[in-house]
C-alpha cells in the first residue's frame, strides 16, 4: 500500500507526496504547481519547500550551489 502526505502551504491543500521506494512523488491539485506534478524528490521536506515557493513567488527555487571542501 502507497503511503501519502498532505502538502499544503499557509494551511490550503496544494498536493501530495506519495512516498515510492526511490523518494516522493508530487501530485499537484493546484494549478499554480502544474509544473511540479509527477515530479519525484528525495525527501517530503523537499517537495513541501518547492510547494511553498512556487505558490508565494510563482518561480521553482533556484538550487544551491554546491559547496567545495576547504583545502
Known amino acids: 500500500m502507497l503511503q501519502s502526505h498532505v502538502i499544503d502551504v499557509d ?3 496544494v498536493g ?3 512516498r515510492l521506494h526511490n523518494g516522493y ?3 499537484a491539485v493546484d494549478l499554480r504547481l502544474e509544473d511540479i506534478d509527477g515530479s519525484l524528490w528525495p525527501t517530503r521536506e523537499d517537495v513541501q519547500r518547492v510547494a ?3 505558490v508565494l513567488t510563482g518561480r521553482l527555487p ?3 550551489k ?3 571542501p576547504q583545502a
Open 66 to 68: 554546491p559547496r567545495t
Open 11 to 13: 494551511g490550503v491543500f
Open 62 to 64: 533556484t538550487p544551491a
Open 52 to 54: 511553498r515557493q512556487m
Open 25 to 27: 512523488r508530487f501530485v
Open 16 to 18: 501530495a507526496a506519495v
